[in-house]
């Protein structure tokens, strides 16, 4: 079992969002997207969201980002990325 903790980005000065391996962050229209460890990113529309004081995040349910043939499934609590 993977656990990672994920790294929080924001807006750059141009209102976009560049996600580098293990981190996750919400664009200027309120969505949020994550990009696990060996996935790309994906965005989780339809899942609650808590943000908590320091900035992490707790997302339910599970995620599932599938690209091609490679599917991860795991949780993200307090920012911290655990497989499934």
Known sequence: ?????????????????LFPPESYGKDSEGIW???P??????SIPKHDVVEHEDGT???????????G??????????GIWRDV
């Open 33 to 35: 997207f994550v990009r």
């Open 69 to 78: 043939n490679t599917s991860v499934h795991g949780y993200l609590e307090r």
């Open 57 to 67: 995040i707790t997302v339910s349910p599970s995620i599932v980002i599938t690209d």
């Open 1 to 17: 079992m993977k656990v990672v903790k994920l790294k929080r980005i924001y807006l750059n000065e141009k209102g976009e969002l």
């Open 37 to 42: 460890p060996d996935a790309h990113t994906g």
